[in-house]
């Protein structure tokens, strides 16, 4: 890294959404660490940046030894950390095994809690921001996506309680919540997608107006005037959302779409 530069640490950097980010966060002069568990996933961001301003941790951030990497290599100054590391558990809740839950939870919550806890120093010492990735499943629950939705719904809640925690040390806090996006995770809902009437979009699309809105410094960061008016409905009027989510969930097209996924994956 460059003496003096403005760092963004980046988890879940090796594609999708934290790939677009890496790509904005080097557009705006940042020195660049990449974060991910494979290495060849990471060498292929990094080919599209500044080689000389990015810097490779090919670290599993849900061990104590993996933070330890990341934190190392953040060193004692950090602009901005994105917690986008994250895994999709999708399906049924009864079809869904212990493993499966233990990674999504462990990955979107634990971990991101564990490792903003280890670099608050250095992000204090940069009167930083912290940024978490969460998602529009953080603000409406869909059925079959629940344990996701959980982990999701805490990252917003952890992104309050810490703004207004971190504010003691000059740390801003945002949130960022797209919709679904057209990721290398999206083939484990992608049965699930014209059911329910997703719109997807791209990584570089979110990325574009979400690194927008953390340069402005924003508490909350969301897609669309759709997603505003959904997410209002959510709050005063949920038994409206609950119809029309009951509804999509119980079409023939979702059940044959979750029965066939379930036989795929217990073959």
């Known amino acids: 890294m460059t003496p003096n530069s403005r760092v963004a640490l980046i988890t879940g950097a090796g ?3 934290g790939r677009a980010l890496a ?8 020195d660049v660490v990449l974060v991910g568990r494979r290495r060849t996933q990471l060498e292929q961001t990094a080919s599209l940046l500044d080689a000389g301003k990015v810097r490779l941790v090919a ?15 953040a060193g004692d100054r950090l602009d901005i950390l994105v917690n986008n590391a994250g895994r999709l558990a999708v399906g049924r ?43 529009m499943f953080g603000m409406i629950a869909f ?17 309050d309680g810490l703004r207004r925690e971190l504010s003691e040390f000059g740390i801003g806090v945002t949130y960022v919540a797209p919709r679904a ?4 995770a999206q083939s484990a809902f992608a049965h699930l997608v014209e059911p329910f009437g997703m719109v997807l979009d791209t990584p570089e699309r979110v990325a ?4 927008a809105g953390i340069m402005a410094g924003r508490k909350t960061i969301y897609p669309g005037i759709g997603e505003h008016i959904f997410a209002l409905l959510q709050a005063l009027a949920p038994s ?3 119809t029309a989510l009951k509804h999509k969930a119980g079409s023939a097209r979702a059940q044959a779409a979750l029965n066939s996924y379930t036989l795929q994956k217990e073959s």
């Open 23 to 30: 790509i904005e966060a080097a557009r705006s002069g940042y």
């Open 59 to 73: 670290a599993d951030i849900t061990t104590k030894e993996g933070r330890a990497a990341v934190v190392a290599a």
């Open 93 to 135: 809740l009864t079809d869904l095994s212990d493993e499966e839950i233990a990674q999504t939870v462990g990955t979107n919550v634990t971990a991101a809690v564990q490792l903003t806890r280890d670099l608050v120093p250095a992000l204090s010492a940069a009167q930083g921001r912290l940024v978490n990735i969460g998602s």
């Open 240 to 242: 409206l959302i609950d």
């Open 181 to 184: 996006t057209q990721t290398p």
């Open 15 to 17: 594609s999708g959404i």
């Open 208 to 211: 574009t107006w979400a690194w």
């Open 143 to 159: 059925p079959y996506f629940a344990t996701y939705s959980a982990t999701k719904f805490a990252m917003r809640g952890l992104s």
